[in-house]
């Protein structure tokens, strides 16, 4: 049973352009969470998402930063015209269950994106 | 808002030596703890949790315990292998949801024989 997915594992974009990250959840997983890392700092929250809803988006920026988790195929982060700040590591989580108490959410190794 | 500060890395030891990692939060309510552990080119895995003060959570000879007077939940191991080299990420879930969990920013733990 593989884990959770994430491609590309580096990506490197020049400023202005768009950033696309995948994320594939484990197998039987609906429940999608995007996690960022600023350097230096902890992860931050930034959306959660269930097949063809996003049911949190309160972490995400409010410009530029998109997510879907579509009836087939991988949740996609899309970041549109990157800047520097921007450069992070991006993690997607999944989990069986939802968004309840202690429910356990299973990471991928992450996104590592730099703008140049 | 809620807040994790655990201690700075890098962390270098010696094959079975002790390891304690220091992790302090700060939320409102009673939240839940999480210690996750990310391996070399791995994602990050759950490693223990606790509910509640008091109790203790303990997996692959590693222990925590949710102290609420200190509001504290520092990581310990008796004896540490290389095995155990990696990133340990202190977290807790506060309202009553898993989905927004707050991190502290990550302790590198290298052991060396």
């Known amino acids: 049973n593989a884990g959770v997915m994430q491609n590309p594992r580096h990506l490197v974009r020049r400023r202005g352009q768009e950033a696309r990250l995948r994320c594939s959840p484990m197998?039987?997983?609906?429940?999608v969470y995007w996690y960022r890392q600023l350097p230096e700092e902890g992860l931050k929250f930034m959306v959660y998402?269930?097949?063809?809803?996003?049911?949190?988006e309160s972490g995400m920026p409010k410009e530029r930063f998109s997510a879907e988790f579509p009836k087939e195929g991988p949740s996609i982060l899309r970041i549109q015209q990157v800047v520097r700040g921007d450069s992070a590591a991006y993690f997607c989580?999944?989990?069986?269950?939802?968004?309840?108490?202690?429910?356990?959410?299973?990471f991928g190794s992450g996104t590592q994106l730099s703008v140049l | 808002g809620d807040s994790v500060t655990q201690m700075e890395g890098p962390v270098t030891l010696s094959e079975e030596a002790f390891l304690t990692i220091n992790c302090t939060y700060t939320?409102?309510?009673?939240?839940?703890l999480f210690w996750y552990v990310q391996y070399p080119g791995e994602g990050l895995q759950l490693l223990l949790k606790a509910t509640k003060a008091d109790d203790k959570g303990s997996n692959k000879g590693f222990e925590a315990t949710y102290r609420k007077e200190t509001t504290s939940f520092h990581l310990e191991k008796g004896s540490v292998q290389v095995s155990d080299s990696a990133v340990y990420f202190c977290?807790?879930?506060?309202?009553?949801?898993?989905?927004?969990?707050?991190f502290g920013t990550g302790t590198r733990l290298q052991v060396t024989l």
């Open positions: 989580a999944s989990s069986a269950r939802g968004a309840q108490t202690n429910e356990k959410l299973f």
């Open positions: 197998k039987g997983h609906s429940h």
């Open positions: 939320a409102t309510g009673y939240p839940s």
């Open positions: 998402l269930q097949k063809e809803n996003i049911i949190d």
């Open positions: 977290a807790l879930s506060g309202g009553g949801t898993a989905s927004k969990l707050t």
